[in-house]
């Protein structure tokens, strides 16, 4: 439902220093061949593919497709920067990988493939060397957000498909400095170990631009937690309500219930924020404890308390069969959504994601089930080998899937009666039928993990 802003400020850097750039997005197609048409037509220089690891047979098959066209190729994103030597070996059609931030990297690896400067300056590259595979250093100091341009979404040829939901998404943040063990290091091999912002006034200025060009008033900050500095917040409050862009406009955040108090509500609440998004993962304090979470269940309760206190709509992550899950923790799970009554549910399955702390340390107790990189998609229906991607002593698939199909079951109706409130809500408020339409089949296509 929302498309890539990674790729957006690639491509934006790319188009400032003078390059011709074309995005390519295969999210609305059932196979690559649109893309490698689209490519083919094109004949690229350079090849950069965005990638996470269950993308990742994919990225393979595209990499051998431009070494067919004569194109340089590099892979970014989560994947090759967590397992870099590993991707280099294991796609011999691959030129290079580039680790962490990729917009001045992107840019520096221009000037190296023209023989403007070395490919050993190259901060985060990674290529093959006389001795075999290199791997440059990552800046540890991360960009400075502010330096950025604002991404020039018009360069996705998908993006007037992603605006008939009439809202837009934004980031203005990186990193992050909890270490949820389903995610660390990642995060921080991605964006470096220091959480910084774009500065109050220029998300201001970005927002009241996307207003005037596309008539959105209803905004994602796609942040992973928008709630950690209060200091920060109250600036964008002040900034935003400064130049009229409250009154008449709606925000959703991420937010983390250990983040979340009095304080944050009522500055969200004069932001106009509407909608907010936790990770509860667990209604088991044990399961919370081994996924290294840092929460707890009592703040979960405190942060519905306080949502349902300023009339904020609540959506809740949940992962099940992590770590320590057993029968009983599944219906501690089962009994908290049906206490807290979120109006939306996300339910996934503990997935050991390449090179985290989880996929360690299961590999470590001989608990790791998947060996497929298809199966790394936590959402799905059911892995190829038909096995809990952790293979759990005394915890079937199926009775997983049963609780996820039961705290489903038990929502439905109020679910369904929600999202048509919202949807008749939103096509007062945007008097768009299209919006109804994108979000029908968006919910038709995600109905098997969307309650």
Known sequence: ?????????????????????????????????????????????????????????????????????????????????????????????????????????????????????????????????????????????????????????????????????????????????????????????????????????????????????????????????????????GELVEELNKAGLVNGFRYVVNSRVDTFDDEVGRLLKEMGVYYVLFGLESGSQGVLDKLEKGTTVEQAYQAFELCKKFGFRTHSYIILAGLGETRESLLETEKMIKELKPNTVHISICTPLPGTNLEQEARAQGLINVDAYVDMDYYLRRTSKGGLPLALSGLSYEEVLEVRERILRGRRWMVFWDNLVQMVRGLVWERSLGEVAFKLRFYGKMRHYFG
């Open 1 to 233: 439902m929302w498309p890539s802003l990674g790729l957006a400020s690639l491509g934006t850097v790319l188009k400032e220093a003078g390059e011709e750039v074309r995005i390519f997005d295969s999210s609305f197609d059932g196979s690559l061949e649109r893309v490698k048409r689209a490519l083919k037509d094109f004949q690229p220089d350079l090849l950069g593919i965005y990638t996470l690891s269950d993308f990742y047979p994919s990225a393979k098959e595209l990499v051998r497709f431009g070494k067919v066209l004569g194109a340089r190729t590099v892979l970014g994103a989560a994947h090759p920067t967590v397992l870099p030597e590993q991707t280099l070996k294991e796609i011999p059609d691959l030129d290079f990988i580039i680790r962490g931030e990729g917009e001045k990297a992107i840019l520096e690896l221009l000037r190296a493939v023209q023989g403007e400067m070395a490919y050993s300056e190259v901060r985060g590259l990674g290529y093959r060397g006389d001795g075999g595979v290199v791997l440059n250093s990552v800046s540890e100091a991360g960009l400075d957000l502010d330096s950025l341009p604002v991404p020039n979404r018009e360069l996705l040829e998908n993006f007037h498909k992603y605006l008939r939901s009439r809202a837009i998404n934004l980031h203005i943040s990186r990193g992050c400095p909890f270490n949820c063990s389903f995610c660390q290091p990642t995060l921080r091999l991605m964006f470096g170990k220091r959480l910084r912002w774009r500065s109050a006034g220029l998300v201001k200025e970005e927002l009241g631009m996307l207003n005037k060009r596309y008539g959105v008033r209803e905004f994602f900050f796609h942040d992973d937690i928008f709630t950690v500095n209060k200091r920060w917040l």
